[in-house]
């Protein structure tokens, strides 16, 4: 249709006002549509105004501000949360392929509940979190101390499948946990699948001020973290403390990625996802990457839940199966193509 | 002539040592013909069913598995259950606890792996008394039979049906009543479909299900959007979890605490009832089938 070429720059600038777009329509849609019997026509004239409450379905202001609004905040939590510990983790550990999932975060943080539930009866909302805090610190402090070892700087499948093998290891002394004591199964069987159903205000108030704590952390430091990209030297000329930096890196993503585990339970691949994406942009400024890793974090994570209420209706389907099945090939592509390159 | 005594002596001697301790041949669920002993003594039973048939039979099993999702034998068994040896999980047993109980008779119902099943017929005698999605009265009258006590299980039998009778007559009005059952997940609550061991037991009582829970099969639903929680609803909501005395109550309060679940008919007409998960939403015998028509007949029989 038209000719004009775009800059670098505009073409960034495109993608970042169609990705708001998509966010918020996004965000309509988490609230127009239900695995229930209220349908989105409803639904939309409830939320305009439009229909005296006697037209529409008794339960629908429940329905809308019960399940749906703290269901689509927390997608929003969530996904952000888990696009921007992406971002951290690759930018940190300078591989495109690191996400909390994958490299034993997310399973550290598992594991953390589940030591929570086990010995010290911990409760949705505040036990999780903090629970889930210390095995994300667990599984993050791991991760960053491979990435100081020798054999993984650049060689980014390598830091996969380390990250591969300490999942491995934290799933298999959850499983023994769980086999141990078989009564908290079936309060832990539905949290593990990572899903958005049946999230509880209380417990999106306990975590939102952590995510929100861990993102402003992330983007004060993110000027820093961008210096430590041209090595330790440089950025100590430019005025940065290189270790200092990295701990401040490490506590935002534990905070970000610990929070949105104990909310939705481990969610993977969409760490992944959403700094790919975000890549895609083109965007220079560190702060506005993590922003819009996070942006489209959350619109994947509500996109994916949409679905998850859909493709079984009336029963849930977990919102992570469909990240997963998004992610998945996602990372066989990147790690091909990193592969070709040199990279592995 | 004295290379066919040898063979011959030796069969003897393994026919006399035989006949002294097996005297009957059975065919297990799987079609499997066992010899096992004419009166077992220590008979070990690894799975729920087994140990709810044991019971009723009058046996007192040597060890049993946990019940799924339960740290020991299930909780409805009360002091009885809790004070017999475990040998593991369902499906896990652990065979050095096995082995060490001396077993001669092993009651394996609903067994997936026939490894499993060759290493315990290692050890005894190992009767597979039910496949999974056999009803419980089918495999009661097998685990009878193996276990040579026909008679007991007829008398059970008759006292279950007299006790269905009795509570059926009783129900008055809600006889006709729908009963909603459900194992209850604050993110994602199950309800127990057509053919579960609960449903049956209810079907016996002739109660109908609510129209949304008429799927053929023996276990729970997927979980359940807490939209389309209305498919719990019925005349009576008989609600449990699996979890110990203390969480399963916080489970509930997160229950009742919801506001979707407070719209609920049941609830409001006061018609929810907490029932013990491991006893409805799991796969009992003829003791659990029993309970149930007793909490049946505590909750829904006026006095």
């Known amino acids: 249709m038209t000719a004009r070429v775009f800059s670098g720059a505009e073409q960034g600038a495109l993608l970042v ?246 909310l939705a339970g481990p969610i993977a691949f969409l760490g992944l996802l959403a700094p790919f994406l975000a890549r895609q942009c083109k965007c220079t400024t560190p702060a506005a990457r993590l922003l819009l890793a996070a942006l489209f974090g959350m619109a994947l994570l509500l996109a994916a839940d949409i679905a998850a209420r859909l493709l079984a209706r009336p029963f849930e389907t977990p919102a992570s199966v469909v990240t997963a099945l998004l992610g998945a090939p996602l990372l066989v592509w990147i790690a091909r193509r990193s592969s070709r390159e040199g990279l592995a | 002539m004295k290379s066919l005594f040898l063979p011959a002596l030796l069969l003897a001697c393994l026919t006399a040592s035989t006949a002294a301790w097996a005297a009957r041949t059975i065919t297990d669920a799987n079609g499997t013909q066992l010899s096992v002993p004419d009166h077992p003594e220590r008979i070990l039973v690894l799975s729920e069913l087994d140990l709810d048939a044991a019971l009723a039979l009058k046996i007192k099993p040597v060890g049993t598995t946990n019940g799924r999702g339960q740290d020991g034998a299930p909780r409805y068994l009360g002091a009885v259950g809790s004070k017999l040896v475990s040998v593991g999980n369902f499906g896990t047993p652990v065979l050095d606890k096995v082995i060490a109980l001396q077993p001669d008779l092993i009651l394996a119902g609903g067994l997936p792996d026939p490894e499993l099943l060759a290493q315990l017929r290692r050890i005894a005698p190992t009767a597979v008394t039910y496949k999974l999605g056999d009803d419980w009265k089918a495999a009661f009258a097998r685990i009878a039979q193996i276990t040579a006590r026909d008679a007991q299980a007829q008398s059970f039998m008759a006292t279950y049906q007299q006790r269905l009778t009795q509570v059926r007559s009783q129900l008055g009005k809600q006889a006709g009543a729908t009963v909603s059952v459900v194992r209850w997940n604050p993110q994602g609550p199950a309800y127990m479909l057509k053919d579960a061991f609960a449903s049956l037991v209810l079907a016996d009582l002739q109660l109908k299900r609510p129209a949304g829970q008429l799927q053929p099969g023996i276990a729970h639903s997927p979980p359940l959007s807490l939209e389309a929680l209305n498919r719990i609803d019925a005349d009576w909501l008989f609600i449990g979890t699996l979890a110990p005395a203390g969480q399963a109550s916080s489970a509930l309060a997160s229950a009742k605490a919801m506001p979707a679940f407070q719209q609920l008919a049941a609830v409001k007409r006061q018609q929810m009832v907490v029932i013990d998960g491991s006893l409805w939403t799991s796969l009992g015998g003829p003791l659990a089938a029993l309970a149930i028509v007793d909490d049946v007949d505590k909750a829904m029989v006026k006095r």
Do not use: K
């Not at chain 1, 820093?224 to 403390?241: E, I, K, N, W, Y």
């Open chain 1, 17 to 262: 006002v169609l990705a708001l777009l998509m966010l918020a329509l996004l965000m309509l849609a988490s609230l127009l549509l239900g695995a229930g019997e209220i349908g989105p026509a409803d639904s939309l004239r409830y939320l305009l105004g439009l229909a005296a409450p006697a037209q529409l379905p008794q339960d629908m202001a429940m329905v809308m501000w019960q399940m749906r609004l703290p269901r689509m905040l927390a997608a929003v939590l969530v996904g952000g949360a888990l696009g921007m510990a992406g971002m951290l983790l690759q930018t940190v550990t300078r591989n495109p392929l690191a996400e909390p999932g994958l490299l034993g975060v997310n399973a550290g943080a598992a594991l953390g509940v589940v030591i929570g539930i086990a010995c010290a009866g911990a409760d949705v909302g505040a036990g999780y979190l903090l629970w889930a805090l210390l095995g994300a610190t667990l599984g993050n402090g791991c991760v960053l101390l491979a990435t100081r070892l020798d054999q993984y700087v650049d060689a980014p499948l390598r830091l996969v499948l380390a990250g591969a093998a300490l999942s491995a290891t934290f799933h298999g002394l959850t499983s023994s946990i769980l086999l141990a004591q078989q009564s908290g199964y079936d309060q832990y069987r539905f949290w593990i699948m990572g899903s958005l159903s049946g999230i509880s205000p209380a417990a999106l108030g306990w975590v939102a001020p952590a995510i929100v704590t861990g993102a402003a952390l992330a983007l004060l430091l993110s000027r820093a973290l961008a210096a430590l990209q041209l090595g330790d030297d440089s950025a100590c000329a430019l005025g940065h403390r290189p270790a200092l930096v990295r701990t401040g890196i490490a506590c935002a993503a534990t905070l970000l990625t610990g929070s949105a585990v104990a």
